[in-house]
Structure formats: structure tokens, C-alpha cells
């Protein structure tokens, strides 16, 4: 089955693409054929760019939502696209709460199948995307048959992003179909959770905390040397369910995935759930006092000790360096 374009759902915060947007173009300029991108929100001038630098040739732009969600408009105007023709072969999306809202909308206006949580994607005669279940155990391939667009969803991280030199894109305006109801919700306000330092999931150094902890008061000293190393703090799902911390947090298979060059796992015993979503870092430092914890099996360092006195002496170290 030949490629001979692929659509990449966009998106952008405070003015440029995320991470996630350029790992599937990246991506998609591997499979092959033409690569163009589709983009909801009012500032595709600046974000146009950053799309044609990691190989977009086109870019589908709506303009402004007037305060919607990129669901519903988004995914009409997709529609109402592929109905006029030519149509891709193939639609990538981030497992993002956007990428799914407009993958699940598209999904049903077009009445195709979806493949999501994917971790791999080739083609060798089919379409094929790698998913991980059981947990991240085991990678099963499933092929696309029939006639496309092909729709599917990938986890992010699961590719590296890097720039074709490409040029500036062609902006294409489109226009987005009445949504009748669906298109009445409105967002009135936006809440962004305070942080300090660097992103979770874009983080050189990512310092995480687990049940080996003890409390949620002890949660401040993996705050504290994730401080001193300008690092982001992360948590295992035990303690962001107890409510130790916030679910931001969380690295695991329901959480986010990090890729940093260090990852440092403190009191963390490494169920199946979180080794997903940072087995891919460079280093990984396990800290735990059961020699027999799952982390010890892909850490590269392991510290077989009390969290409770490793980490301060480790935090007492680096203050003295500094």
C-alpha cells in the first residue's frame, strides 16, 4: 500500500508547535510521500513556520475558533476536506486531550476505524502501527486494510523529533461546516497549574518519587533536588492516586512520558505501569531499598538504600558543590 500523503493534526502553545506536532512530522517525512499539516487557532502565522521547517508542505489552517475547543470545528472542517478530494492515505495524531477529541469526532463523521496509543509506525506493504499492551509488556503490529484515510493515534515521545530544512509551507485557508450544537460550547476561562523549572515532558532531568517515600510531607525533598539539578519532578500513580501530589506529575502507561537523559526513581519499585512511560531515558538512577525492585532490572545506576537517607545526603552533596 503506497503512501502518497499524510495529514498530521497540529498543535501549538504560546505560539509554536508542541513537541508531540513535530515527533509525527518528523515521523511521517520517514514513511514517505507528502506531508501536510492541519492547525485550529488564530496565530498560524507564527506557528506555519515551525511546521514547514520539520517537513509540512501545506498547511490547513481554520483561523480563529472563537473561544471553541479544536474538536468539533477542527474535525468538521477535515470532513467537509476530504469529501471535496484529494484525500491522504493516511491522519497521525498525539495522544493529547486534543489530538483524541478530533481524532474520535473525525472517526465518526467519516466513518473510519482508529488505531490508538501507538508506539511505531512503518510500512511494509500495509500500514502498520506498533502498540503496547499488557501493560507496555508486550508490542503487538496492527495493519490498516481497505480503503483509507487511515486515522491514527501515537503516544508522545515514541518518536525524535528533527528539522528537514525545509521551507516556509503553503497556508491553506479553510472553513469550518456550521456545527449546529456542537458548536455552542464556548471556553470562558483557562487555569494553568502553577510550575517552576522546566516542563515533565520536556525535561533534560526528570527526578521522580514513589510510595517508598512514605508521606506526602516527604514529597518536598524530591521537589528539593529536583531544584538543585533543575530537573522536573515527577511521581509514581501510587502516590498521585493517594493524593500525595498532582496528577500532572505522573509518569507511567495513564500519565506522561518522559525521554530526559537522566531520570532519577526514588522509592519507586517499578510496576509495569510506570516503567512505560520512562524506559526510553538515557540514564536511569534507581534509588530503593529492596534490591529485588522491578526499577533495578532497566536502571543503569542502582542504589540499593533508604530513600530517606540517600536522597538528603545527595541534597546536602550538591549544596556543598554549589
Known amino acids: 500500500m503506497p503512501v502518497n500523503t499524510i495529514w498530521v493534526f497540529a498543535e501549538a502553545f504560546e505560539g509554536a508547535p508542541v513537541a508531540s506536532t513535530l515527533e509525527l512530522l518528523t515521523k511521517a517525512r520517514e514513511v514517505g510521500g507528502t506531508v501536510e499539516a492541519w492547525y485550529g487557532g488564530g496565530d498560524t502565522e507564527s ?17 480563529d475558533l472563537g473561544g471553541s475547543l479544536p474538536g468539533a470545528p477542527v474535525a468538521a472542517a477535515m470532513a467537509a476536506q476530504l469529501e471535496a478530494g484529494p484525500k491522504p492515505d493516511l491522519i497521525l495524531f498525539a495522544q493529547t486531550y486534543d489530538g483524541r477529541d478530533v481524532l474520535g469526532r473525525l472517526s465518526v463523521r467519516i466513518d473510519q476505524p482508529v488505531l490508538t496509543n501507538g508506539l511505531d509506525l512503518s510500512v511494509d506493504g500495509d500500514i502498520v502501527v506498533g502498540t503496547a499492551i499488557f501493560g507496555g509488556n508486550t508490542i503487538v503490529k496492527a495493519a490498516f486494510r481497505g480503503e483509507g484515510p487511515h486515522l491514527a493515534c501515537f503516544r508522545p515521545k515514541s518518536f525524535a523529533p528533527e528539522e528537514s530544512g525545509g521551507g516556509a509551507p503553503e ?23 502553577e510550575r517552576t523549572g522546566p516542563k515533565l515532558d520536556e525535561a533534560a532531568v526528570v527526578v521522580s518519587g514513589g510510595r517508598g517515600l512514605g508521606s506526602a510531607e516527604n514529597y518536598a525533598m524530591i521537589e528539593e533536588l ?9 511521581a509514581s500513580r501510587a502516590i498521585v492516586d493517594a493524593g500525595w501530589v498532582p496528577y500532572a506529575y505522573q ?14 526513581a526514588a522509592g519507586i519499585s517499578g510496576a509495569t505501569q510506570h516503567l512505560v512511560g520512562m524506559k526510553g531515558s538515557k540514564n536511569i538512577i534507581a534509588i530503593n531499598k529492596d534490591k529485588e525492585a522491578p526499577i533495578f532490572s532497566i536502571a543503569d545506576l ?15 552533596a550538591l549544596k556543598a558543590r554549589k
Request: no cysteine; hydrophobic share 40%.
Open 47 to 63: 506557528v506555519a513556520p515551525r511546521l514547514g521547517a520539520y517537513g509540512a508542505t501545506k498547511v490547513y489552517a481554520t483561523g
Open 171 to 193: 497556508v491553506v485557508s479553510v472553513s469550518v461546516p456550521d456545527l449546529g450544537n456542537a458548536g455552542r460550547a464556548k471556553v470562558l476561562d483557562r487555569h494553568v497549574e
Open 226 to 234: 529536583a531544584k538543585l539539578l533543575n530537573a522536573a519532578p515527577g
Open 251 to 264: 509518569v507511567g502507561q495513564t500519565g506522561k512520558t518522559v525521554k530526559p537523559t537522566v531520570y532519577i
Open 302 to 316: 542502582g542504589v540499593v538504600g533508604d530513600v530517606h537517607k540517600v536522597v538528603p545526603k545527595l541534597i546536602e
